[in-house]
């Protein structure tokens, strides 16, 4: 039985999963298709992946709900709901707060879920519900992010994730909160199990080092023992994945050995980005072939 199983809002999140489950000695397995494909059972990590981040309203809510009904019976110790580490989502395109309440309608008496987007690894910070990136060795909150507060699809023009989710919730109600100084003062416990008890459908949880993140991981296993009929869930990046398979091997990072060329590379790349097109701009200044495909 799988320890942990999750949801990708697109492909590439889920192969930072996958990444992150295999630094840390984890075996990890990502299905590809519909509701009729087996889940595997010998894995420690099990998930599905599909193109949510791009989609809303009705086509959105049918793939959300296909695939957590086909994660549900893995019996995983914790569900991840796994998002960008940037937390750019719209209400009407790719709503990480719709995707809560399709996880609220698929596992009942859920409570309030737990949102943990930092990944400190990549830059990706949340303080006080406010979140941060690095750009070009500087950290900027989330609105203005020189790339995430211009994005061409889900502009950014919010940093705290409460007032992101509260617009995106059907009801408005605005998330609770484990704030940096639970860490410090050795309430962290004492916060979680509070906003778990809250009337709303989400809390969110700041993290800026991997300790955080880490301390984070334990509570969530912590509630799968008392939640009974369903799983422990948490919304969040590549970041929690990391801390849930370190704390649960209590091994180092695997370090990446020497890489070498095989042959031709082909780099497909969607993305509309400023930072997609300097990594494009570099590649073809270095030897690559730009094609450029007809949208």
């Known amino acids: 039985m799988p320890a942990v199983s999750f949801v990708a809002d697109d492909l590439t999140g889920a192969a930072d999963v996958l990444s992150q489950a295999h630094r840390y000695h984890l075996d990890a397995v990502l299905v590809v298709g519909g509701g009729d494909t087996p889940m595997p059972t010998d894995a420690d990590v099990v998930g599905v992946a ?3 981040r791009s989609l809303g309203g009705k086509a959105f809510d049918e793939l959300v709900r296909a695939q957590l009904a086909q994660i549900a019976g893995t019996g995983a110790e914790v569900l991840l709901y796994k998002i960008c580490s940037t937390f750019d989502s719209l209400p009407t395109l790719g709503s990480i707060g719709r995707g809560i309440e399709l996880l609220h309608e698929q ?3 859920l ?4 949102v943990a987007p930092a990944q400190p690894q990549f830059g990706r910070y949340t303080a006080f519900s406010n979140h941060f990136g690095v750009f070009a060795g500087q950290v900027h909150r989330l609105d203005r992010h020189p790339v995430m507060s211009r994005h061409p ?5 919010e940093a705290d994730l409460r007032q992101v989710l509260a617009e995106q919730f059907t009801d408005r109600q605005v998330p609770a909160a484990v704030h940096l100084p639970a860490y410090a003062d050795g309430s962290f416990t004492e916060r979680w199990t ?7 459908p989400a809390f969110v949880v700041d993290a800026v080092t991997d300790d ?4 984070v991981a334990r509570a969530l296993r912590s509630t799968s023992r008392t939640s009974g009929a369903h799983p ?5 990046s590549g970041g929690i994945m990391a801390a ?3 704390t649960a091997t209590g091994r180092e990072a695997r370090q990446p050995g020497p890489q070498h060329a095989s042959g031709p590379v082909l780099a497909v790349s969607a993305s509309a980005s400023s930072t997609t097109a300097a990594q494009i701009g570099d590649a073809v200044a270095h030897g690559w072939a730009d094609v450029a495909v007809p949208v």
């Open 50 to 52: 599909g193109p949510a």
């Open 107 to 109: 596992f009942a008496g």
């Open 111 to 114: 409570g309030p879920v737990a």
């Open 153 to 157: 699809s889900t502009p950014m023009h």
């Open 194 to 200: 509070a906003c778990q008890g809250e009337s709303v």
């Open 212 to 215: 955080h993140l880490d301390e």
């Open 232 to 236: 422990s869930v948490v919304v969040g």
């Open 244 to 246: 849930l398979a370190r």
